[in-house]
């Protein structure tokens, strides 16, 4: 019912910066929370950022002061923009909304992801 497509991915070299955005789409009433998680091989998917309707924003602490995530909530989308990257931010980064759709069911979507490589 309701989907996500991230866009934004590619290779860039440490230190440097990439953005990457989800479009949420579909039977959407409202989206309260939107995030970004990642996974690199061998490791589990952690989460990256979240943030809430109302714009308030958690970081993990791995990417504090780099990374910076926002939304918009007219288009539904949500941005990350990642400052001073380093290798160790190489992941497949999904997108997630958590939210009620127009039929007042509630719904968590992820996208499908968008790798993220960052060379030394």
């Known amino acids: 019912q309701v989907q996500l497509v991230e866009s934004g991915g590619g290779l860039v070299q440490a230190g440097g910066s990439l953005r990457i955005s989800c479009a949420a789409s579909?039977?959407?009433?409202?989206?309260?929370?939107m995030a970004w998680y990642r996974q690199a091989p061998g490791k589990q998917r952690e989460l990256v950022a979240t943030?809430?309707?109302?714009?308030?924003?958690n970081y993990a602490d791995s990417v504090k002061g780099r990374f910076t995530i926002s939304r918009d909530n007219a288009k539904n989308t949500v941005h990350l923009q990642m400052n001073s990257l380093k290798p160790e931010d190489t992941a497949v980064y999904y997108c997630?909304?958590?939210?009620?759709?127009?039929?007042?069911?509630?719904?968590?979507?992820w996208g499908q992801g968008t790798q993220v490589t960052i060379s030394s």
């Open positions: 943030i809430t309707s109302s714009s308030s924003t």
């Open positions: 579909g039977r959407i009433l409202s989206i309260v929370t």
């Open positions: 997630n909304a958590a939210g009620v759709t127009t039929s007042y069911s509630g719904f968590n979507s």
